[in-house]
């Protein structure tokens, strides 16, 4: 089962009419008992805020393939309801048995897949990528993480469970990671197309 969380924004994060768009993101991170999600947003004063979070739950005791339809379907919808700009994924490192490592491969299959129909791109980031962000440490504890998020998004109270805060943690390293990777791709692909102009100069000469 999905549990949705509304989280009202604070008076800081309210937009002026006519502002610039704001930027989406869903935040998720994988498992097959319980994946957590969150939508965060970006404004155009750089200001983050959470939308919405929630829990995907399934039942242990259900067959392996109907717990996979109802997280593939339970994504469609979040997808569809909140129709997020971009997504975010945990990278996972498995070091747990090998049981947990293919639930969690095959959890992330379907939720790849959902997010393909639906035309969005994943960008994934590993776990101390996201903890070193958020918290400035790659080796922050999940209730540091809980309270980091806590104070980044202005909220009342940490997100919960630790599922939910990771999702909102990654859509929060997401925001604060895009732009700059942004920059640096499109300063790459403009030194790329002055290289080859170059060449091109070169080749007319001879």
């Known amino acids: 089962m999905t549990t949705p969380t509304l989280t009202k924004p604070s008076r800081q994060n309210s937009m002026p009419n006519g502002a610039d768009k704001t930027v989406t993101v869903l935040g998720i991170d994988p498992g097959l008992d319980r994946t957590g999600w969150a939508i965060v947003t970006r404004n155009a004063r750089s200001v983050l805020s959470l939308r919405a979070c929630g829990l995907i739950h399934t039942d242990a005791g259900q067959e392996l393939p109907k717990r996979l339809d109802y997280i593939f379907r339970q994504l469609q ?39 393909e129909q639906a035309g969005k791109e994943i960008t994934f980031y590993p776990p101390r990528r996201v903890k070193m962000m958020i918290c400035g440490t790659g080796t922050a504890d999940k209730k540091q993480v809980q309270r980091m998020v806590q104070l980044t998004l202005n909220l009342d109270k940490a997100p919960s469970p630790d599922d939910t805060a990771d999702a909102v943690a990654i859509g929060i390293c997401h925001l604060k990671t895009a732009p700059l990777a942004s920059q640096i791709n499109l300063k790459a692909a403009f030194l790329e197309k002055l290289k080859a102009a170059r060449e091109q100069q070169i080749k007319k000469k001879r």
């Open 77 to 115: 919808q979040i997808l569809k309801t909140y129709a997020p700009d971009q997504v975010a994924m945990e990278q996972n490192f498995f070091l747990k048995r090998a049981t947990t490592m293919a639930n969690t491969v095959m959890t992330r299959g379907v939720i790849i897949l959902a997010c």
